[in-house]
């Protein structure tokens, strides 16, 4: 969805650096896929057409950050009710 953006941390040899992918579009989403020593964030489309794609050493990821749009409560969602402490 518009809006949606992952952030990766990598480790730079000394520093680190701080990369964002962000679903630019409407219809357009960031997945997020890792396999092989690779972590690999990609911006698709609706019909599955990669548009960019980011390539990082598994093993340099600090950190990755899915950052999902805001998105408006419906009216059929049931309320979020506090946890209580069990005795």
């Known amino acids: 969805m518009k809006g949606d953006r992952v952030e990766i941390v ?4 000394g520093s680190t650096r701080t990369y964002d992918i962000v679903a630019t ?4 989403r960031v997945e997020t896929t890792h ?3 690779v972590v690999e964030v990609t911006e698709v489309t609706r ?9 990082f050493m ?3 990821v600090l ?3 899915e950052h999902p749009a805001p998105r ?8 979020v009710l506090p946890l209580r402490a069990s005795a």
Request: proline share 6%.
């Open 10 to 13: 990598i480790d730079a040899g």
């Open 25 to 28: 579009r409407a219809g357009r």
């Open 35 to 37: 396999g092989r020593g």
């Open 47 to 55: 019909g599955g057409t990669a548009i960019r794609t980011a390539r």
């Open 58 to 60: 598994a093993g340099r």
């Open 63 to 65: 950190a990755l950050v």
């Open 72 to 79: 408006p409560a419906e009216d059929d969602d049931a309320p």
